[in-house]
T-cell receptor, first 110, second 110 residues
Framework: RKEVEQDPGPFNVPEGATVAFNCTYS??????FFWYRQDCRKEPKLLMS???SGNEDGRFTAQLNRASQYISLLIRDSKLSDSATYLC???????????FGAGTRLFVKA | EPEVTQTPSHQVTQMGQEVILRCVPI?????FYWYRQILGQKVEFLVS????????KSEIFDDQFSVERPDGSNFTLKIRSTKLEDSAMYFC????????FGAGTRLSVL
């Protein structure tokens, strides 16, 4: 089983759509969780941290379910500028090793 | 806004040569990382560095690789005797708790 597994994608959605990304992780001792976005041939950029209580930042909502070892990201009212690859990122205990999922590509079309 | 700076942006080298990739982390950060991303593949953890020593490394980070913080600002990745399969984008990151990534160095081994 992969350490961090994401929906393979790509997702093709129209502007204004709501899209959800899923991620599972294998190490129950994992400590911290993030969503990053990566534009083509660019560096990953932090989108948001993920907490068990859930967190929201504008159109973006992230949720962590530790019991199911599952992380989600919801994007509401998709914009053309949301087109990117979304990376699920997990830090193991101690925080010194970071595991990236393979990413889910999102295309938002007019 | 503080940022992680990487040089060069593109490095071309002959197979068997040594390369040094350079990074200037964000000044008050204490944790430093190197990652690799082969074209079309996921971001892979190489090594983390804290308190002037390696804190964790992946199975990719073998004797061919080394890291150093030669002064108070630079953080380098040395790749000895480069192979064709070392061609990739190499990202440096630094953190207090959230990792911020540099724009990367594209290494092309010919």
């Amino acid at each position: 089983r992969k350490e961090v597994e994401q929906d393979p994608g790509p997702f093709n959605v129209p502007e204004g759509a709501t899209v959800a990304f899923n991620c599972t992780y294998s190490n129950s001792a994992s400590q911290s969780f993030f969503w990053y976005r990566q534009d083509c041939r660019k560096e990953p950029k932090l989108l948001m941290s993920v907490y068990s209580s859930g967190n929201e930042d504008g159109r973006f909502t992230a949720q962590l379910n530790r019991a199911s070892q599952y992380i989600s990201l919801l994007i509401r009212d998709s914009k053309l500028s949301d087109s990117a690859t979304y990376l699920c990122v997990v830090n193991k205990v101690g925080g010194f090793k970071t595991i990236f999922g393979a990413g889910t590509r999102l295309f938002v079309k007019a | 806004e503080p940022e992680v700076t990487q040089t060069p942006s593109h490095q071309v080298t002959q197979m068997g040569q040594e390369v040094i990739l350079r990074c200037v982390p964000i000044s008050n950060h204490l944790y430093f990382y190197w990652y690799r991303q082969i074209l079309g593949q996921k971001v892979e953890f190489l090594v983390s560095f804290y308190n002037n020593e390696i804190s964790e490394k992946s199975e990719i980070f073998d004797d061919q690789f080394s890291v150093e913080r030669p002064d108070g600002s630079n953080f380098t990745l040395k790749i000895r005797s480069t192979k064709l399969e070392d061609s990739a984008m190499y990202f440096c990151a630094s953190s207090e708790n959230i990792q911020y990534f540099g724009a990367g160095t594209r290494l092309s081994v010919l």
